[in-house]
T-cell receptor, first 116, second 113 residues
Framework: GDSVTQMEGPVTLSEEAFLTINCTYT??????LFWYVQYPGEGLQLLLK?????DKGSNKGFEATYRKETTSFHLEKGSVQVSDSAVYFC???????????????FGKGTKLSVIP | EPEVTQTPSHQVTQMGQEVILRCVPI?????FYWYRQILGQKVEFLVS????????KSEIFDDQFSVERPDGSNFTLKIRSTKLEDSAMYFC???????????FGQGTRLTVV
């Protein structure tokens, strides 16, 4: 079945450091790929997405590129801020999903703490 | 900005008791979902609901679980007889359909003692 593997946390960085959170997936065909973020006390929010190979999703300074050849969707940010402290989840939606089907497969989540 | 709301934020229940987790999806959305995350593990899909019936469910969603849209606004998850291993964070989500983004609630932490 489909699966998502992301790097174990927690990750602690100083403000303005470069961030990479690795994510690899196993799935048939070309799934859609997502990064969700959960800030303390809040729900899961979509951070960015990519729906086909070589697409780059970006939002709030975060980027991730859909790499079919390495089945990866690593999350990057050039300069993190304290406000980026949160848990980040990589997820996929199967390629064969029908309209309205949002059966996402998630990774375990990576907790990021950014210190001033 | 529209949001999905879940109540309660935390519920403690005794093993064997029934619990109902409540969700108010975004008002014009048509598809509704429940996910759960056991502490330290992955967020797992439980069930999706459309047009007043279950459209997909996972192996986790056995006969102990049921979902209902009792009125035009609420979407509930019922666990008939809770077990210790049902302790988890339960997330509700909704989407308007197609490739539209799924909006998640803040979660209900269920603790079974």
């Amino acid at each position: 079945g489909d699966s998502v593997t992301q790097m174990e946390g927690p990750v602690t960085l100083s403000e303005e450091a470069f961030l990479t959170i690795n994510c690899t997936y196993t799935a048939t065909g070309y799934p859609s790929l997502f990064w969700y973020v959960q800030y303390p006390g809040e729900g899961l929010q979509l951070l960015l997405k990519a729906t086909k190979a070589d697409d780059k999703g970006s939002n709030k300074g975060f980027e991730a590129t859909y790499r079919k050849e390495t089945t990866s969707f690593h999350l990057e940010k050039g300069s993190v801020q304290v406000s980026d402290s949160a848990v980040y989840f990589c997820a996929l939606r199967p390629a064969y999903s029908g309209a309205g089907s949002y059966q996402l497969t998630f990774g375990k989540g990576t907790k990021l703490s950014v210190i001033p | 900005e529209p949001e999905v709301t879940q109540t309660p934020s935390h519920q403690v229940t005794q093993m064997g008791q029934e619990v109902i987790l409540r969700c108010v999806p975004i008002s014009n959305h048509l598809y509704f979902y429940w996910y759960r995350q056991i502490l330290g593990q992955k967020v797992e899909f439980l069930v999706s609901f459309y047009n007043n019936e279950i459209s997909e469910k996972s192996e986790i969603f056995d006969d102990q679980f049921s979902v209902e849209r009792p009125d035009g606004s609420n979407f509930t998850l019922k666990i008939r007889s809770t077990k210790l291993e049902d302790s988890a964070m339960y997330f509700c989500a909704s989407t308007g359909g197609g490739t539209n983004e799924a909006f998640f609630g803040q979660g209900t932490r269920l603790t079974v003692v």
